[in-house]
């Protein structure tokens, strides 16, 4: 049983606040101790919530919150601050159905006073807060929290670079660990190392500015001056300084007593400009299984807490990362040409796996997605072949690349959409939902989906060999069937689908990973004397246009499905019958969608029973449809 005196005592930061300075070491033992609990019990992302024990406690305990506004960038770190913040309670329904946000959320508590799972974005939503505040006369301090990895994002410049113009007053928390999902990469991580190599100098310019603030301006002028002498010995000068960021630091995160003074001063300082307070922590502090770990038990499944052994289930079927990532490989090993890129996702995409084989033609730039797709592009002008493995819901980031870099230039990059769909208990931030619709809107794309990773193979097989236009190819997360996979050589021939089942009633036209749960619609309608035809599209753009038309000449009903939202693979068939004429003849059509809402997290099963994408679903739709009062004359021919 955990000893949780002190933490027992805090409901709210409010609670917080009264305890002695003293206390709070042992409150941080206790704090860091429920948390390597609870997470051994849930599942989820352990190593960063470990490193900010101390600097959680810290800022709730100087700052003010809620009226103070604390704003945590991505969000992984955030379990301690849920605790200390009124859900302890609710702690242990942390990604569950019905439970509690993997990540800040809004809706949840008022102490989340920004939503957050992507990252990047703390400075940007900071500093429109720090305006905010200011155009409405209002004294409340805003502090976003931001992670050395999340620094390599463009927008965290273009925010610090805002910020120093407006010379708003705002507190920058650089929590730099030195480990973001992979190990940071670039100019950005190196500078920072640099600056570690030196020495902490806060307390030294603290004293010079409060001898500037009571003696003469004559004595003030000199003393300025030779404050910025001493910065430019300590450090070098800063990146930070140069964007109007007042620079503190670096110093101990794990400090107590260095970092509540800081934090203190910097809170009663009355600098008018955005301050930077430079942060050095250790990912998976206290928790010895975590420290060793090469990914600091950045995301964890169930844990043993005594051996640190994780609760993963055995499979004896292959990822469809694992997949791709093998695929891409043969491939690499006849095509010199063949690249691998990533945004700071190596482990999550098999570009681990490609790197360890080629490590000259593998880059991870860093959480830089609109860069990778832009690279990618430049990568091809030169004959390269790149494949930019990014998961959907990050590709987001990257559209207007996407748009202006690589498809009106017509370029071949190839991208691998990993986490296409519902993917579980990271909710709604990172489902693959929109990509369908957002790529096959745009001409010289060729878009496909794969039902199971045999599929998978053959469209990395086919887009290697697209050299005249950009291509993507979606998958889900998790395993596959289990199914054997052909070789390297076996393609498709672009826009054109398969039939899986033939019938004369019903036809369900499939695009990606729910190819099973309509096999088993099929087999329950079969059984009740409904003829069922279920096709795989593969290709959501070009469509195969035949096929789909034969369908709405043999078949009383047409449904179509996919993972995705609204203006995807079924408004495209739409559009289609449309041009033809179809609809004016009568025949029975309904789209299978994702609905228009964002679907809190659960299990992949029950998130897409939510959505009615499953059998189930499937099954009464096809009932339905052949209930209704429209009747479709079927010798008639179209054109």
């Avoid at 190392?193 to 301006?217: D, N, P, V, W």
């Avoid at 955005?274 to 038990?297: F, N, Q």
């Avoid at 079969?526 to 078949?555: E, M, W, Y």
């Avoid at 099954?619 to 079927?634: F, G, H, R, T, Y």
Wanted: positive net charge; glycine residues 10%.
């Amino acid at each position: 049983m955990l000893k949780t005196s002190l933490l027992n005592q805090i409901n709210y930061p409010s609670d917080l606040r009264k305890l002695k300075k003293e206390e709070l070491k042992q409150l941080v033992k206790e704090l860091r101790e429920e948390l390597i609990d609870v997470v051994s019990t849930t599942g989820g992302h352990l190593g960063a919530g470990l490193g900010v024990v101390e600097l959680t406690i810290a800022l709730h305990y100087v700052f003010d919150t809620p009226k103070d506004k604390l704003v945590w960038d991505v969000g992984h770190q955030a379990y301690p601050h849920k605790i200390i913040t009124g859900r302890r309670d609710r702690i242990r329904t942390l990604r569950k159905g019905g439970g509690l946000s993997g990540f800040t959320k809004r809706s949840e508590s008022e102490y989340d006073t920004f939503g957050a799972a992507h990252s990047s974005t703390s400075i940007s939503s900071s500093l429109g807060m720090a305006v905010a505040k200011s155009l409405s006369k209002n004294s409340n301090h805003v502090i976003a929290v931001i992670g050395d990895g999340a620094m390599s994002a463009g927008m965290a410049y273009e925010a610090m670079n805002n910020a120093g113009a407006l010379k708003s007053k705002l507190i920058v928390i650089l929590n730099d660990n030195d480990m973001s999902i992979a190990r940071p990469v670039g100019a950005m991580s190196s500078y920072l190392a640099r600056l570690l190599s030196g020495k902490t100098y806060f307390g030294f310019r603290e004293t010079i500015k409060f001898i500037t603030s009571i003696f003469s301006k004559k004595f003030k002028d000199k003393a300025g001056k030779a404050e910025v002498f001493i910065r430019d010995i300590v450090s070098g000068g800063t990146l930070f300084n140069e964007l109007g960021f007042y620079y503190v630091g670096p110093i101990d995160g794990h400090n107590l007593d260095n970092l509540i003074p800081v934090l203190n001063n910097v809170k009663n300082s009355k600098y008018d400009g955005p301050i930077l307070i430079h942060v050095v922590t250790k990912k998976g502090k206290g928790y010895k299984p975590a420290e060793d770990s090469r990914d600091k038990y950045h995301g964890v499944s169930k844990f043993n807490v005594v051996t640190g052994e994780q609760s993963k289930p055995n499979s004896n079927t292959p990822s469809y990362t694992k997949v791709f990532a093998d695929t891409l490989i043969k491939h690499a090993e006849n095509d010199t040409k063949i690249i691998g890129i990533t945004g700071a996702m190596p482990s999550g995409t098999g570009m681990d796996i490609f790197g360890k084989k080629f490590p000259d033609r593998m880059f991870d730039v860093g959480i830089a997605e609109q860069h990778a797709v832009t690279f990618a592009a430049g990568l091809t002008t030169e004959g390269y072949k790149p494949f930019v493995a990014i998961y959907s819901t990050f590709l987001q980031r990257a559209y207007d690349q996407v748009v202006h870099d690589v498809a009106i230039q017509s370029l071949p990059v190839r991208f691998a959409i990993d986490r296409a769909g519902l993917v579980g208990a990271d909710g709604p931030t990172h489902a693959g939902t929109f990509d369908i619709a957002y790529l096959c809107t745009l001409p010289n794309f060729v878009v496909m989906a794969a039902s199971d990773e045999a599929e998978l193979v053959r469209m990395i097989n086919t887009s290697k060999c697209i050299n005249d236009r950009p291509s993507a190819f979606r998958y889900p997360r998790g395993n596959g069937l289990g199914i054997n996979l052909p070789g390297i050589n076996e393609i498709l021939e672009v826009g054109k689908g398969r039939i899986i089942q033939e019938g004369n009633k019903i036809a369900i036209l499939n695009f990606g990973a729910r190819l099973q749960e309509c096999l088993k619609a099929a087999h329950k309608l079969n059984a009740k004397g409904i003829s069922i035809t279920v096709v795989d599209a593969r290709f959501a753009k070009p469509l195969d246009q035949k096929l789909i038309i034969d369908l709405c000449l043999h078949h009383e009903v047409l449904i179509t499905i996919e993972e995705g939202s609204i203006g995807g693979f079924g408004s495209h068939v739409f559009q289609i019958l449309s041009e033809k004429g179809i609809f004016d003849k009568g025949l029975k059509i309904r789209s299978m969608i994702l609905p228009d809402k964002f679907i809190d997290q659960d299990t992949p099963e029950n998130m897409y029973k939510t959505a009615g994408l499953d059998a189930q679903s499937i099954e009464q739709k096809a009932l339905d449809a052949l209930k209704s009062n429209v009747v479709i004359p079927k010798t008639k021919q179209f054109n």
